[in-house]
């Protein structure tokens, strides 16, 4: 099938290139020059593993193609993907002014019909705004449908979700378009859900708030646990275990970030406020995700008593471990706070260190996980990457000034590094 995508970040890139690889011709549009002319050349503007060989191969096999004219990708495709910013106002609503353009821009485009599938994660009734929008300017009134089919993918694991998803949402309004969207997606071998627009709208945020709640619930646990004295990962194992409550989710840490969880959380609350429900259980997920920050934070200066002129060494800078996106990621928002209070950072992340320069400027930057440590006065465990399990501890103990471990991610086994001799402090255990 021929279809287009809008706007060609983590989700439309991939969705784009996933899409190509199962047989579909795809043209990915973005409005960033720079980004098109850089995947038209061959290179990759995010890391997601597997990505960059998927992305070749099937521009080699001549059905992906990048463009940044709007007005082409409609043309070429009969089903146009939207998978634009919906990035959060200052009040927590969702500034839909990237879909709103982008709906013009089709509208303005359409010689005959489409159907406009609305991929990126936006507040209920959303679809009915993007409907009228593009009945209001398309010039030439060509009939048209539009669907929304949020995205699930988790970054870090795009490809693999995407390629294997555990559901496929689509939201219509009329039967008309729901052959061609199941068409789409048969190679992928997953469930389809046929909803209404509002449900499949209502669907994504209901998703993404639920895991959130579940990292705060963890969190909250190891909180308890930390008081009680007992171990966080074997509550979450002994829960986990329950096929009802299931594993996933449920490690401990220094709280969620990234560009979806708080934004899409903020926003649920403003839409249940809009519809007249106080969603205040969501509120204290905010809360305590918040909270679980500044208790790592105390807990790094009770036993360092005073920050200023101390240095540090940070693993971790990417929000999770197996992507370089640092959109509100934890893990800055940690080094920011330490900065604050005095101290230099030695940092390192396998794969975000170049679009942390930006945001922080003022520190060292190591090639080498391994030589974080050198001067340290303790080492910060801040992003759950796997690679730093592989730290070499002896190494890393003789280079810091005393064998502390701050870990916001429970790498390590807390019984052993004590025995290798370290002050470890980890969450919940
Ligand atoms: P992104 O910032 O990585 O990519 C968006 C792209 O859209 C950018 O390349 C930007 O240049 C382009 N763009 C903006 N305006 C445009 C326009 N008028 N025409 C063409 N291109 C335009 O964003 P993302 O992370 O891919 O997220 C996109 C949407 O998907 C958001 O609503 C997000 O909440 C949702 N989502 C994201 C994830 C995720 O893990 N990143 C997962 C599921 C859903």
């Known amino acids: 099938m021929k279809l287009t995508i809008i706007g060609t970040g983590y989700v439309g890139l991939v969705s784009g290139t996933c899409f190509a690889e199962v047989g579909h011709q795809v043209v990915c549009v973005d409005n960033d020059a720079a980004k098109v002319k850089m995947l038209q050349a061959g290179g990759i503007p995010i890391y997601e593993p597997g990505l960059e060989e998927m992305v070749k191969k099937n521009v080699a096999a001549g059905r992906l193609s990048f463009t940044n004219s709007t007005a082409e990708g409609v043309e070429k495709s009969d089903i146009i993907f939207i998978a634009v910013p919906t990035p959060p106002q200052a009040d927590g609503s ?21 159907i406009i599938v609305d991929k990126s994660t936006v507040p209920v009734k959303t679809g009915d705004k993007v409907a009228e929008t593009i009945k209001r300017y398309c010039r030439t009134k060509v009939e048209f449908d539009v669907v929304s089919n949020p995205e699930f993918l988790r970054e870090g694991f795009a490809v693999e979700d995407l390629m294997h998803p555990d559901r496929v949402v689509i939201g219509v309004r009329s039967p008309r378009p ?13 469930p389809i859900i046929v909803t209404d627009i509002n449900s499949a709208e209502l669907i994504k945020h209901a ?15 190891a909180n308890i646990c930390e008081a009680a004295g007992a171990n966080v990962q074997e509550v979450a194992n002994g829960i986990g275990l329950d096929e009802r409550i299931g594993r996933r989710f449920l490690n401990a840490g220094i709280g969620f970030g990234g560009s979806c969880f708080p934004k899409d959380l903020s926003a649920f609350i403003k839409i249940a406020e809009t519809i007249g429900y106080d969603f205040r259980l969501l509120k204290e997920v905010q809360r305590l995700n918040a909270e679980q920050m500044d208790r790592f934070v105390k807990k790094i200066t009770e036993t360092l008593w005073v ?24 893990a ?3 080094c920011q706070r330490l900065l604050k209070e005095g101290a230099t ?34 080492i910060v465990v801040a992003t759950e990457w796997d690679d730093f399990k592989k730290l070499d501890l002896d190494r890393a103990k003789d280079a810091l000034t005393h064998p502390i471990m701050f870990d916001g991610r429970n790498l390590f086994d807390p019984a052993e590094m004590e025995s290798r001799g370290w002050v470890y402090k980890s969450i919940g255990r």
């Open 345 to 378: 950072l030695r940092v390192h992340d396998p794969k975000a260190m170049d679009k942390a320069k930006a945001m922080l400027p003022n520190v060292t930057y190591v090639a080498d996980m391994n030589d974080v440590a050198e001067g340290c006065d303790a």
């Open 307 to 330: 920050l200023k002129d101390k240095k540090i060494g940070v693993l971790g800078l990417a929000f999770k471990q197996n992507t370089d996106d640092i959109r509100s990621s934890p």
């Open 178 to 190: 729901i052959e061609a969207m199941k068409e789409i997606y048969v190679p992928f071998k997953a």
């Open 94 to 114: 969702v500034d839909l002014s990237f879909i709103e353009r982008v709906a013009r821009d089709i509208a303005n485009s359409m010689t005959a019909y489409k």
């Open 207 to 221: 998703a993404n708030s639920f895991l959130a709640l579940k990292i705060s619930y963890i969190n909250a646990i």
């Open 332 to 334: 800055i928002d940690l």
